[in-house]
């Protein structure tokens, strides 16, 4: 199946523009590179973080349906690599969803909930997944502010727009050290089990964060899978960045060639302009397809959201065209293009281009021969691989404590040409729902709340607690 068209439909009306400013200071990568060769190993980069270290509750509050926290602590990331991270991110906030009364003193599940791209403040996740999971589950949840977002978001950031590539970077390390202050915490308060999990970027954080604690914890990574490199060299994401810059500050700064891309290298990936490629094959190329969804959707409005999920790892044969196109029906009862299409109506060129729906052979601003000139596109796939690959971390205590569910037709994270998570984390189950990214992220909450309850049953059956 192609990926999903919903997804490059609702990308390509977003206004959010990424690393607007380039790659970021050379030095500030060096020292990235550097330090990530210690964050990837579990025993060195756990100890770099006290199990004691303070955090303190800035808010405590009984809501109608819940007991609501709030918290903060100063960074690690901040203290082990100075001056690198801007000021407004460097203290970390956090919101946890507690029931108001424990059925049990002895078990406190709790489960850690990164946010995604474009996930800021605590609202979205609280409301779409962290009350129902408390009410269908009994598993109380704490959220993450990521760095660069709501309350850590730098004043002259406009959006999730990160000014640099270093900066996802920065955030990635963040997290999973921020992970470990948290998880510990827990800990100590008396809570458990204890899990992760996330949604999009917050699955693949998610996935970082579990790679360095130090004990079994079940992992549920929703929309994401074994690196961030092709989200941002193949997905539809691609689009939101700007080459051009970062090809001319590539080749003006001799310290991106000769210094910075021979820290890296890409995993597993024998020509690095595959993803060139695959991109120019791939993504969607008429408006003529964005009509067609666009008006089919109106007719679907009152009819009941159908789907299909696969679990497993079915190689989705059975999956038709008609299927698809049921699935983005769905999902536009819920996202209203309506509301968008006079961005397109009587638009100039400049307007449309690169707005596409249906593949082509050649995409004009990712031909072959254009990308085989951009040694910026494999600088990219080799640092986001260098960074983000989950083979360059440690594999999780108990693999078999990790149930990733995946959209088939995920047009935001592709997986071609990547290292399967079943690979690199033997024991790991892969689910897969026959959707794109944006209507899996639509019609299937429900689903992602129970596996991750799933999960943290796999945990009880294999690591008993005395609940007497």
Request: glycine share 6%; charged share 25%.
């Amino acid at each position: 199946m192609p990926p999903s068209r919903l997804d490059a439909v609702y990308r390509s009306i977003l206004l959010t523009k990424f690393f607007t400013k380039g790659w970021g200071n050379p030095e500030n990568l060096r020292r990235i590179f550097k330090f990530r060769k210690v964050v990837a190993n579990r025993e060195a980069c756990y100890k770099l973080i006290p199990r004691d270290y303070p955090v303190k509750i800035t808010k405590d509050e009984e809501w109608s349906d819940c007991h609501v926290l709030e918290g903060q602590f100063e960074s690690p990331f901040e203290k082990n690599l100075p001056g690198i991270m801007p000021e407004e991110t460097k203290t970390a906030h956090f919101q946890m969803i507690l029931p108001k009364h424990w059925e049990s003193q002895k078990m406190k599940p709790v489960c850690l909930h990164l946010a995604g791209t474009g996930d800021h403040y605590f609202w979205r996740r609280r409301n779409l997944v962290a009350k129902p999971l408390l009410k269908e589950s009994g598993i109380a949840s704490i959220l993450l502010e990521n760095p660069f977002y709501g309350l850590r978001k730098p004043k002259d950031q406009i959006r999730s727009s990160l000014h640099n590539v270093s900066d996802i970077f920065i955030m990635g390390g963040c997290l999973i050290m921020e992970s470990i202050v948290i998880l510990n915490w827990l800990e100590q308060q008396g809570f458990g089990p204890l899990g992760l999990t996330g949604l999009s970027m917050g699955g693949h954080m998610a996935s970082l964060a579990a790679t360095n604690w130090p004990k079994p914890i079940p992992l549920v990574p929703c929309l994401s899978w074994s690196t961030a490199s092709p989200v941002f060299t193949q997905g539809v994401m691609s689009a939101s960045i700007n080459w051009a810059l970062l090809e001319s500050q590539y080749f003006e700064n001799e310290a991106y060639q000769n210094d910075l891309a021979k820290m890296v290298k890409i995993v597993n990936q024998d020509d690095a302009f595959l993803a060139g490629q695959h991109f120019a094959k791939h993504f969607p190329a008429s408006m003529k397809r964005f009509h067609k969804i666009k008006t089919e959707s109106k007719d679907s409005v009152d009819q009941k959201p159908t789907s299909n999920s696969t679990y497993g790892n079915g190689n989705g044969n059975g999956v038709t065209e008609n299927q698809q196109l049921a699935e983005e029906k769905a999902a536009a009862t819920l996202f209203p293009l309506s509301l968008i299409s006079s961005k397109f109506k009587n638009a100039q060129p400049d307007v449309l281009k690169g707005v596409c729906l249906l593949p082509v052979s050649k995409h004009p601003l990712f031909s072959d021969d254009k990308w085989r000139e951009r040694e910026a596109l494999q600088f990219m796939r080799g640092i986001m691989d260098e960074c983000t690959h989950l083979s360059n971390f440690e594999v999780p205590v108990d693999t078999e404590l990790i149930i990733a569910v995946c959209a088939r037709d995920d047009a935001y994270v592709p997986r071609d040409d990547c290292i399967g998570l079943e690979q690199i984390w033997p024991g790991a189950e892969i689910r897969f729902v026959d959707a794109g990214h944006v209507s899996a992220y639509l019609l299937y909450q429900k689903m992602f709340r129970s596996t991750i309850a799933e999960a943290f049953q796999r945990y009880l059956k294999k690591y008993p607690i005395d609940n007497s």
